[in-house]
């Protein structure tokens, strides 16, 4: 009886005293920009979750460190929502980078806020995406250099979308 019990408890030691080998950290995921339909896309189904009733009032691109957006994509977007039942508003970030000063990867809802509807648009104005919407501005903004250190902005407030370019 004490040969057993001294076998369990050095079997109990031996499988207590083994440890798994360290795992690597992650790799970094390289930066993912998209267009602005698509991170609205994402936003939308989440802001429909804080909200059955949300119209969209605002979407715009954003800057992160020396990610600028090219060719109509940006790693960050964001999107404000109201809600005409609540009385409220909620925005609503898209983040395709892992950066210090950024919210995490995916979408990260905002804090909700006072907001009287009226210049909401219907997610039907968003036929021509961001990247179209960059192409026609370029074409016609014959002293922009996308190349230089330029930043092209977009902005869906109401019913315009604005395409801009920064020197930065």
Not at 42 to 70: C, E, N, T
Not at 111 to 122: A, E, L, R, V
Not at 133 to 157: I, P, W, Y
């Amino acid at each position: 009886m004490k040969r057993l019990a001294i076998v369990l408890l050095s079997l109990a030691m031996i499988s207590g005293c083994t440890s798994e080998a360290p795992q690597p950290a992650p790799k970094a995921q390289p930066p993912d920009p998209q267009t602005g339909r698509s991170a609205f896309q994402h936003m939308f189904v989440a802001a429909r979750g804080w909200a059955p009733d949300i119209r969209p009032y605002q979407l715009q691109s954003g800057v992160v460190g020396d990610q600028k957006g090219r060719d109509g994509k940006a790693v960050l977007w964001t999107a404000a929502f109201t809600s005409a039942n609540m009385h409220a508003s909620k925005p609503y970030t898209w983040s395709g980078i892992d950066a210090p000063d950024t919210p995490s990867r995916g979408v990260n809802p905002g804090t909700q806020d006072s907001f009287t509807p009226g210049n909401d648009f219907d997610v039907q104005f968003l036929k021509v995406d961001s990247d179209k919407a960059f192409s026609v501005a370029q074409a016609r903004e014959s002293t922009a250099d996308s190349e230089s250190g330029s930043h092209a902005g977009h902005r869906l407030c109401g019913r315009r979308l604005s395409v801009w370019w920064e020197e930065r």
